[in-house]
């Protein structure tokens, strides 16, 4: 089985300070593991990704993701937060075994607020 | 990044009344497409995963009878909710994978589409 968890319901960060939004996983095999942003009512956005090669994924608007093995983590960051960056973040895993599909199994979210 | 719309972006529907959703690829061929639903403040819920010319493969406790999807063209998929009550209200969200490649496809999300049933 495969999964994710977000421990944070909500992360509050001060603009200009570093944000982090955490990610664990838990999948057989080596995982694929994404982020998307949300905005209010509306879809998912495509933040980055990690399939394999250097463990520092880095995305859109800033975003970096490191990929940690050993402590089966992919969390979110970002040096320097925004206001814009207010929004819900979700972490997601798919396995990499051709065969698992090709569905996202999604973390409960993160809602992010940055404040001015 | 690549774009995928959605139709209507919301609808309001009397109960017992049936109620189609447009997903398209605009600027890419999508070999599978997904339909996801989100309860408020919740995460996306996989209901079914959708593959050009095929039938659509359901998760399980989603009825498919009540939710018809059909995958008509490599960019283009409907979800019909069929006979809706207000507990399938809802916002729906629509994906679609790009790339036939697993370690290198990108799925792709739709903008959603709010469903209230009354």
């Known amino acids: 089985a495969q999964s994710v968890a977000q421990p944070e319901d909500q992360v509050n960060v001060a603009e200009g300070n570093p944000l982090t939004v955490k990610c664990t996983y838990s999948v057989s095999g080596n995982p694929y593991l994404f982020w998307y942003v949300q905005y209010p009512n509306r879809g998912l956005q495509f933040l980055l990704k990690y399939i394999t090669g250097d463990n520092l994924v880095k995305g859109s608007y800033g975003f970096e993701a490191e990929f940690n093995k050993s402590q089966t983590s992919f969390h979110l960051k970002k040096p320097s937060a925004l206001v814009s960056d207010s929004a819900l973040y979700f972490c997601?895993?798919?396995?990499?075994?051709?065969?698992?599909?090709?569905?996202?199994?999604f973390g409960k979210g993160t809602s992010l607020l940055v404040t001015p | 990044g690549a774009v995928v719309s959605q139709h209507p972006s919301w609808v309001i529907c009397k109960s017992g009344t049936s109620v189609k959703i447009e997903c398209r690829s605009l600027?890419?061929?999508?070999?599978?497409m997904f339909w996801y639903r989100q309860f408020p403040k919740q995460s996306l819920m996989l209901m079914a995963t959708?593959?050009?010319?095929?039938?659509?493969?359901?998760e399980q406790g989603v009825e498919k009878d009540k939710f018809l999807i059909n995958h008509a063209s490599l960019t283009l998929s409907t979800l019909t909710v069929t006979s809706a009550h207000p507990e399938d209200s809802s916002f729906y969200i629509c994906?679609?994978?790009?790339?036939?490649?697993?370690?290198?496809?990108?799925?792709?999300f739709g903008p959603g589409t709010r469903l209230t049933v009354l």
């Open positions: 959708s593959n050009e010319g095929s039938k659509a493969t359901y």
């Open positions: 994906s679609a994978r790009e790339g036939r490649e697993i370690s290198t496809d990108t799925q792709y």
């Open positions: 997601a895993v798919r396995p990499s075994l051709s065969n698992s599909g090709y569905a996202l199994n």
């Open positions: 600027d890419f061929q999508a070999t599978t």
